[in-house]
């Protein structure tokens, strides 16, 4: 089991906004996940490492298609949306307790 570095209150709470369904994304939500990633990964996230290579194919497949869908996107729509909410999270895995994905009161 990887072990997460504890987030800030800040990161924790928009990661679990950008993963609400009721949150409608936006441009900086994207550029703010895609961020995150890449920081995490210059920063050689221990639990990033402790991933199996197919799991990170995976996150990298999301986070390029997560990067093409926001250069791409035109208008909203909730079929759009979820797609990228999904592919925000798929590239996030292993990046931040699971716990961190659900919506809290």
Not at 42 to 47: D, F, V
Not at 65 to 77: D, I, K, P, Q
């Amino acid at each position: 089991m990887p072990e997460f570095r504890p987030l800030s209150p800040e990161t924790a709470a928009k990661i679990r906004q950008i993963a609400d369904p009721r949150h409608i994304l936006c441009r900086e939500d994207m550029h703010w996940v895609l961020h995150y990633v890449q920081q995490k990964v210059a920063q050689r996230e221990p639990a990033l490492l402790e991933l199996s290579k197919p799991r990170i194919l995976l996150n990298f497949q999301y986070f390029g298609e997560a990067a093409l869908l926001l250069l791409s996107r035109t208008s909203s729509g909730h079929a759009q949306d979820e797609r990228i909410r999904t592919c925000l999270q798929e590239a996030m895995h292993g990046l931040i307790p699971p716990d961190d994905y659900e919506d809290k009161p």
